[in-house]
C-alpha cells in the first residue's frame, strides 16, 4: 500500500521498480493519493494491518510523517518512508529547512511540458504559417521581414507562452484571422530604416545576393516601414516596441512588462 500526499506517481513507480526484482512473486500495489486528513491517514493504515500489507509513503510534511510513524507503530505495520530520510539528509547537508509543500515535483513537470508545447506552437506559427492559429495564441508579433520576430517568438515560447508571428509584406494586407485576436494580444515592431538596411545588405551579401537588390535598398525599407506605420495606426490598442539595436533579451523583457500589465488589469 503506499500513501502519498500528492499524486502518487514517484513513489509508485519506484515500489513497481522495485517489484520487478521479484517476478516470482504476484504483487498487488495500492496507491493513495493526496492523502491530507488525519482520518485518511489512520483508516489506511488500520486497512494496511488487517491485510498485513507493507505501508509505502512519500509525505513531505514533517508533521503527517511523524502521525503516520505514530500509526504505523501503533497498528504494528510494516513501512517504508521513502522520502522522509533523503529530506533529513538534505536539511542537515545544506543547513536548510524544507519547504514541506505537497506535489512540487508535478508542479515542475506541468511548466516544463507547458514551455515544451509553447516552443512548439511557436515553430509551427512561425512568419505567418497557419494563420488559423492566431486565435489561440497568448501573443502575436507583428512586423516587417529583419525585425527579430522569430528570435522573439522563440525566446517568449521558453517562458511557457505561446507566440505566433506574422509578417507585413508592402502592398499585401494582413491575414483576415489577424483581426479575430484579442488586440491587447498583439504587439507591432518597428525598426529605424537605417539600422535595416544595415542588417538587410549583411543578409544578402550572406546569401551571395546583388546589394541592389530592393530587399537591402534604402527607398524600399522606408515604403515597407511606412506601411507597417499604416497598419499600426489603424490598431491603436497594438503596442509598438522599437526594435532597433536592441538585444532579443531587452525586447522580449518590454513585451513581457507589458503582458504582465495587461493580464494583471484583467484580473477581478
Known sequence: MVISDATGETAERMVRAAILQFSDTPVNVRVYSRVRLESEVEAIIERAAEI????????VNQEERQLIMRLVERHNVEWVDLIGALIGKLE??????????????????????????????????????????????????????RTSKTPLSTYLAQKGLKVANVPLVLGVDPPEELNKVDPRKVYGLIIRPDALVRIRQARLTHLGMPQDTSYGTRNHIEEEIGFARDIFRKHPNWPVIDVTNKAVEETASDILRMYKERHSSEAP
Open 52 to 59: 498485513h500489507a507493507l505501508l509505502v509513503f512519500t509525505v
Open 92 to 145: 542537515y547537508f545544506l543547513s536548510s529547512e524544507s519547504v514541506g509543500v505537497p506535489g512540487l515535483l508535478h508542479v515542475i513537470g506541468e511548466d516544463y511540458f507547458r514551455r515544451i508545447e509553447a516552443v512548439e506552437f511557436a515553430v509551427k506559427n512561425d512568419d505567418g504559417a497557419e494563420p488559423r492559429n492566431l486565435p489561440k495564441a497568448d501573443l502575436v508579433l507583428v512586423g516587417i521581414s
